[in-house]
């Protein structure tokens, strides 16, 4: 039996730690370069089951960033505008498909995502290394790579950057099996295909999905099958924008991607990208100014001694008038829910990020409050039926 040992578990204190398959069968994956410790392999192999479906239900390469089980974003290959680009600094760059699904996953919390776990769908290429290279990152697990692609990742993190190739065609047990404090827990793993059929069943007023918010309200069900629960996840143009992971209110959940669904739209705000930073600024510090610059906090930024240490001149405020009118604009986004709305409120909030299609399981006792409140929005919702918690 191959069992591949571990620095330490969760935490430096638990030693001992490893990792084998209980059948006496060879890993699935092996590690090309690098170490990886316990939660590396954690975000790995949720993080690739995730973009395998991604790609199955779409038919298009997928990428994921991973940060403590849980994905940061994710996204298939997409045609990216040249705003998306530049706040996503791959404006200089000739991105491959799979490098543009990459660029999209990191750029949707590109605060949460630093030091992420990447997962690719397909075979790593020159370009998506290149995206990578420039990133501070953990590790990656892909089917595979190209010579070129691991020769630019072998040098990441001084040659310590971890490198995993899994076996695509790998089908884990039926049955799977993991203890909690010395109690072995068993159950089916989650099988549930999510299509289109999922989304059909539509009780609002307004039962008009097209194709392209079908595609993203999947993204957002795949998604959220490896997302911690609770969770709710904000869906435009193939990628996710906020992601809400584990949080014991379904609200919270709601506010927490919405939330990070206005920071991504108001990155795009002219003023946002006009900000005159200095050129040896960092992009974590360039992340951090920005998420300051727009939110409530905004004065911080601007006091003498700091805006110095960071722009060439002193910005303008950004004036909550002009963020809430830029919000405005935010529109035709897809949200999905990993269960039942159980009450309106979060269709009210959904809708002040631009929320026009919804996909949950249905099945509250209030349902009829959450389609009213979709109707009085004009958004069309799915019901699956399907609840998607993840633990």
């Keep these: 039996m191959q069992k591949l040992s571990l620095k330490y578990g969760c935490n430096p204190n638990q030693s001992s730690a490893q990792v084998y398959m209980k059948q006496n069968q060879e890993l ?19 993080a690739f089951q995730l973009v395998r479906e991604l790609q199955a239900a779409t038919g298009k390469p997928a990428a994921t960033s991973f940060k403590h089980v849980s994905p940061a974003g994710a996204a298939i290959a997409t045609d990216m505008s040249d705003t998306l680009k530049k706040i996503y600094y791959v404006d200089d760059l000739v991105l491959s498909p799979l490098a543009s699904a990459y660029a999209c996953a990191r750029g949707a919390d590109r605060m949460s995502s630093y030091g992420d776990f990447v997962a690719l769908s397909a075979c790593c290429d020159e370009s998506t290394a290149r995206v990578l290279q420039r990133e501070v990152s953990d590790g990656i697990i892909a089917p595979a790579y190209t010579p070129e692609a ?10 310590k950057y971890c490198i995993l ?4 065609l790998y089908t884990p047990q039926v049955i799977e099996q993991k203890d909690v404090f010395g109690i ?3 159950q089916e793993r989650n099988q549930v295909k999510l299509t289109a059929s999922v989304l059909q069943n539509r009780p609002t007023q307004n039962k008009e999905i097209p194709l392209t918010a079908q595609q993203d309200l999947l993204i957002a069900l795949i998604t959220l099958k490896y997302t911690q629960s609770n969770s709710v996840c904000y869906v435009k143009d193939g990628m996710t924008i906020g992601v809400g992971a584990g949080q014991q209110s379904r609200i919270h959940c709601t506010r927490l991607a919405g939330n990070k669904a206005d920071i991504w739209w108001l990155r795009q705000h002219p003023m946002v990208m006009a900000l005159p930073f200095r050129e040896d600024i960092k992009r974590a510090d360039r992340d951090n100014a920005i998420d300051i610059y727009i939110s409530p906090d905004q004065e911080d930024l601007l006091v003498d001694g700091i805006w110095q240490a960071l722009f060439t001149q002193r910005p303008p405020v950004l004036e909550q008038a002009d963020k809430k009118a830029w919000l405005m604009k935010l529109q035709g986004v897809s949200l999905g ?5 159980p009450f309106g409120d979060n269709v009210e909030r959904a809708y002040r990020s631009g929320v026009a299609y919804i996909a949950q399981a249905g099945g509250s006792i209030r349902d009829d409050h959450v389609i009213a409140t979709c109707d009085k929005y004009g958004i069309a919702m799915a019901c699956t039926g399907i609840r998607l918690f993840h633990h």
């Design 184 to 186: 072995t827990f068993e």
């Design 28 to 46: 699935p994956f092996t590690v090309l370069n690098g170490t990886p410790g316990y939660i590396n392999l954690l975000d790995a192999l949720n």
């Design 150 to 159: 691991l020769d630019i990742l072998k040098k990441k993190k001084k040659g």
């Design 165 to 168: 190739q899994i076996d695509p």
């Design 337 to 341: 829910s990993d269960a039942f709305f």
